[in-house]
């Protein structure tokens, strides 16, 4: 094939910046980043990274910078709402952490997006907001394709990126129409909140992976900023789509009303079931809220098309699943360093490329998209005997797994959270 030298990239969040990153660094191929947004989003809490997604971080180099921000950790605490007990186990095992040399990572979307657009700066990566794109059109008589913005520029490269995210318009526009988000049935409301609103008692408890559940929904509390002065607080449960509000990327709340409407909810409501010191901490946390984000979650359908000509879906844009893996950004990650791999033999055409692009990635995908989706199960609504259950069979479960050497993991198999896409046969 003819090299790829230049490289149109849409979407400027973590999958658009880390592609444009790599494939200067390794690849020596100049990229663009497009980002129709005017300015980057502070939308997105704060982001899970596991083990295999920070290795690639630490082979892109970031991952210094990033330890300076977010919180690593592995430990795990599962509260039991019905009996105020607590057990313990991991994120990532100890024997995953000894491969990888990485746990899991909690950190700010907008201090991640400092680091990715830090380094894009550095390197002269040119990046433009506030481009909408409204045409892609490709000439094979120059083996080029071309992107047309509502302003009227146009840009040409040899190989298009959409890295767009879940309602990606390279995707609808272009590559593949037909597929559509879908509403998983379950939202998320978080809050980011300053340890400083807890008692200074309760400040020590809060410094590992809390999780509870509940008969509406689970919770998590976990620190996200590298001192450990910054919780990511989230209610995940089972509803039907909300009628208000901007239901394609969720909104932050700050009004007085619908902000207090969320405390009493939760005080008055889901709260009075967590007995214990936790629910105390629940409190504490819920009553420093003065601003809410919500978040309606959409997937992708399974089996959509990921390519097209000369351009390829990586990222949110071909795969999007739930949160409940935490594996979101390190898939997109995986797709990069995958495709940097692949564009190295001159000797493959860009079809051969993408083809073996989706062999590779495709059972990998379906996997973990399976694993979030079988997690996200447990933000059900249940009755208060089957929650009793639930909660005696995870202890049990637990300490049978502990029982035999081995860690019970939270959110994925540890063969997943080793998975390295630099070793895969290609």
Request: glycine share 8%; net charge neutral.
């Amino acid at each position: 094939m003819s090299e790829v030298k230049k490289a149109i990239i849409i979407g400027a969040g973590p999958a658009g910046v880390a592609a444009a990153i790599r494939l200067t660094k390794h690849n020596n191929i100049s990229c663009t980043v497009y980002e129709l947004r005017p300015v980057p989003t502070t939308l997105g809490g704060a982001i899970g990274i596991p083990s295999n997604g920070l290795r690639l971080f630490d082979r892109l180099g970031l991952y210094k910078t990033l330890s300076t921000k977010g919180s690593e950790s592995s430990d795990v605490r599962i509260h039991f709402a019905q009996g105020g007990g607590v057990v313990e186990a991991e994120s990532v095992p100890k024997e995953v952490r000894e491969k990888t040399g990485h746990s899991f990572m909690r950190v700010k979307r907008v201090d991640l997006m400092d680091v990715l657009l830090g380094t894009a700066s550095e390197m002269n990566i040119p990046i433009h907001f506030g481009k909408k794109m409204v045409d892609i059109t490709e000439d094979e008589n120059t083996k080029s394709i071309t992107v047309t913005f509502s302003d009227g520029t146009t840009d040409t490269a040899d190989l298009l990126l959409g890295c767009d995210g879940i309602h990606s318009a390279v995707r609808t526009q272009y590559v593949d129409p037909p597929c559509q988000p879908e509403y998983s049935g379950i939202s998320g409301t978080c809050v980011i909140f300053s340890t400083s609103a807890i008692s200074a008692e309760k400040f020590e408890s809060l410094q590992a992976i809390n999780v509870c559940f509940t008969t509406e929904g689970a919770f998590a509390l976990v620190p996200c900023t590298a001192a450990g002065d910054e919780i990511f607080f989230v209610f995940s449960r089972k509803l039907p789509i909300p009628e208000s509000g901007d239901t394609k990327d969720g909104w932050e709340e700050h009004r007085k009303k619908e902000v207090e409407s969320f405390k009493n909810m939760l005080l008055d409501g889901v709260l009075q079931s967590v007995r214990g010191k936790w629910g105390e901490v629940l409190t504490q946390a819920v009553n420093s809220t003065n601003s809410v984000s919500f978040y309606p979650i959409f997937r992708l359908p399974l089996g959509g098309k990921w390519f097209h000509g000369r351009c390829l879906l990586m990222g949110d844009a071909a795969h999007a699943m739930q949160p409940h893996a935490g594996q979101g950004v390190s898939m997109a990650l995986e797709d990069v360093f995958l495709l940097s791999r692949l564009l190295k033999n001159k000797d493959s055409s860009l079809t051969e490329v993408f083809e073996k692009f989706e062999h590779v990635r495709r059972p990998r995908i379906n996997r973990i998209y399976e694993t979030a989706a079988r997690n996200g199960e447990r933000r059900k609504q249940t009755s208060p005997w089957a929650l009793w259950a639930k909660e005696w069979i995870m202890w049990a479960g637990i300490l049978a797994m502990k029982a035999v050497g081995r860690q019970q993991t939270l959110i994925s198999d540890p063969e997943d959270l080793v998975y390295d896409i630099d070793a895969v046969d290609i």
